[in-house]
């Protein structure tokens, strides 16, 4: 089935400093990705639409300067946290879709295993 | 705007029985699509179960199965002889144009 890669898995970074998370699609062709973000026992919410080969779409309330995504590859998106706060330390998820899963797949994500950020 | 409401933070089964996952849910699309995912300790989201608006028939996975209520706008998720690895945070979700809306999740505990 369809795989997500995302790497680091944990990463920890003094505050001040850029963080970068890769999201690659490992067996298929990904035109669409989406980062969400989740507070520990919270829910996931989601931060912005990456496409490849044009601009994210940012969601209400996300900083694009602070979030900075690229898509500029069918399997790969990363998303850079520049200069990283505190508040920023969060475990952040991408997923992916997979174009060619036609009308069966419709709407159907695969998500990565996700990336803890912690912002000393 | 498009909610999704999880009224359970914690349920709990006893292992081998039926638990019952409450999902509500407010859209404007006519179009969408209702998923429930499972979180487990290992944080990877898995796709349990999923249902297109437009299909009356619920949609049903081995043990998992949903009850859609689409004028209620009510998505349960039934999980029947409750297994040990059953234990995760589940969560619901709205989608349309594959971007979904979360609900705050329900965690699940499994005694043996």
């Known amino acids: 089935g369809a795989v997500v890669s995302q790497h680091p898995s944990r990463v920890i970074c003094k505050s001040g400093t850029s963080v970068k998370i890769e999201c690659r699609s490992l067996?298929?062709?990904?035109?669409?990705m989406f980062w969400y973000r989740q507070f520990p026992k919270k829910s996931l919410m989601l931060m912005a639409t990456?496409?490849?080969?044009?601009?994210?779409?940012?969601e209400q309330g996300v900083e694009k300067d602070k979030f900075l995504i690229n898509h500029a590859s069918l399997t790969l998106s990363t998303l850079t946290v520049t200069s990283a706060h505190p508040e920023d330390s969060s475990f952040y998820i991408c997923?992916?879709?997979?174009?060619?899963?036609?009308?069966?797949?419709?709407?159907?994500?695969?998500f990565g295993a996700g990336s803890r950020l912690t912002v000393l | 705007a498009q909610t999704v409401t999880q009224s359970q933070p914690e349920m709990s089964v006893q292992e081998a029985e039926t638990v019952t996952l409450s999902c509500t849910y407010d859209?404007?699309?006519?179009?969408?699509?209702l998923f429930w995912y499972k979180q487990p300790p290992s944080r990877q989201m898995i796709l349990v179960i999923r249902?297109?608006?437009?299909?009356?028939q619920n949609a049903t996975e081995n043990r998992f199965s949903v009850n859609f209520q689409k004028a209620a706008k009510s998505f349960s998720l039934k999980i029947s002889d409750s297994q040990l690895g059953d234990a995760a945070m589940y969560f619901c979700?709205?989608?349309?144009?594959?971007?979904?809306?979360f609900g705050k999740g329900t965690l699940l505990t499994v005694n043996p």
């Open positions: 997923s992916a879709r997979d174009v060619g899963q036609g009308a069966y797949g419709a709407n159907v994500l695969t």
């Open positions: 067996d298929f062709q990904a035109t669409t």
């Open positions: 990456s496409n490849e080969g044009s601009k994210a779409t940012y």
């Open positions: 859209t404007s699309e006519s179009d969408y699509y």
């Open positions: 249902q297109e608006a437009y299909k009356q």
């Open positions: 979700a709205l989608g349309g144009n594959y971007k979904l809306t």
